[in-house]
């Protein structure tokens, strides 16, 4: 079995308000060295044989990504 991670993250141009509420949480927990944090997605997709990029860059095109407002990469690992 092989493992594809899709990690998915809005274009830093697009504004980010989670990763906004986030940082401006951090100096009440005594964090003050963070500039800025931005907040994403992390899809796992296991094949039952060979990792499939391609079919992987299809899934992440049509189903998990908004290519307007967000990029993605792909990358294999190994599964647990």
Same mark, same amino acid.
């Not at 499939?52 to 307007?68: G, Q, T, W």
């Given at each position: 079995m092989a493992r594809v991670v899709v990690d998915v993250m809005l274009k830093p141009e697009i504004l980010d308000p989670q990763g906004q509420a986030v940082a401006n949480a951090l100096p009440r927990l005594g964090v003050n060295d963070v500039a800025s944090v931005r907040i994403g997605r992390r899809v796992e997709? $296991?094949?039952?044989?060979?990792?499939?990029?391609?079919?992987?860059? %299809? *899934?992440? $095109?049509?189903?998990?990504?908004?290519?307007?407002?967000?990029?993605? %990469? *792909?990358?294999?690992v190994e599964a647990a």
């Open positions: 997709i $296991d094949f039952a044989g060979d990792a499939d990029l391609e079919r992987a860059r %299809e *899934i992440a $095109d049509k189903l998990l990504a908004n290519p307007v407002i967000e990029d993605y %990469e *792909i990358r294999v």
